[in-house]
């Protein structure tokens, strides 16, 4: 997202929002309050919204239901083809990841994702913050939800007792994908040209994040 764990995606695609409900015992803790978490965004978003890696539409589906304007970019077909079932009729999903995205034709006031952001490495994340700075216009603002660590010793310990639950597939996904630290995306937001930076955790692995465009 880049497109390294599409793959994965595509394999989820069908079983996504049985995940988010909390069906699935690995990942009941990772989608705790998922609600709450989606409708966090949606009430710190502007009027004009981008949003990366759509999934399933749920975010979107919400959004929409808030009369913002949604430019959506979602890079598998079996997710796009899901999220279709639940917008309008009329509604454009544009094939897209966090790295190489169509540009949008009008201005765009606020960028978000959830369940997202990890996909990149530490790297991609400094690079793509600093184009989605440029697409933003004066005082737009990022907004993501995303897993995140305080430190590379509370990383492991997860790891750990995912390992010790038997909770292999949880485990496997926390050693595979780019889980940030909290203090790395800090810094990286302000590298981008952010300010009032903010972090709340939400539940035990998930925390939103924001900032704005000087």
């Known amino acids: 997202m880049g497109r390294e764990f599409l793959d994965v995606f595509t394999e989820w695609a ?9 069906k699935d015992k690995q990942y009941k803790e990772v989608f705790e309050d998922y609600e709450k978490i989606l409708d966090s965004i949606v009430e710190k978003s502007g009027r004009n919204v981008m949003e ?12 929409l239901n808030a009369e913002k304007n949604v430019f959506a ?14 917008l309008p009729e009329d509604f454009i ?3 897209g990841d966090l790295q190489q995205y169509p540009i949008p034709t009008h201005k765009i006031d606020t960028i978000v994702s959830s369940y997202v952001f990890h996909h990149l490495t530490d790297e991609e994340k400094n690079s793509v913050l600093k184009q989605y700075n440029q697409l933003l216009t004066a005082g737009g603002k990022v ?5 995140l660590f305080i430190s590379e010793k509370s990383y492991k310990l997860m ?13 496997e996904d926390l050693n595979r994908e780019h889980y940030p630290m909290l203090p790395v995306v800090y810094e990286a937001l302000k590298q981008a040209g952010f300010l009032e930076l903010s972090f709340r955790q939400m539940n035990r692995f998930v925390w939103v994040f924001e900032g704005t465009k000087k």
């Open 14 to 22: 069908e079983e996504y929002d049985a995940f988010v409900q909390g």
């Open 159 to 171: 790891i750990e007792e995912a390992v010790d639950m038997g909770y292999a597939e949880l485990a």
């Open 93 to 95: 999903i544009y094939d």
């Open 73 to 86: 970019v979602e890079p598998s077909r079996q997710m796009r083809e899901l999220a279709n079932g639940k």
């Open 52 to 63: 990366f890696g759509i999934g399933t539409g749920n975010l979107t589906e919400k959004l």
């Open 143 to 147: 907004i993501f939800a995303d897993t």
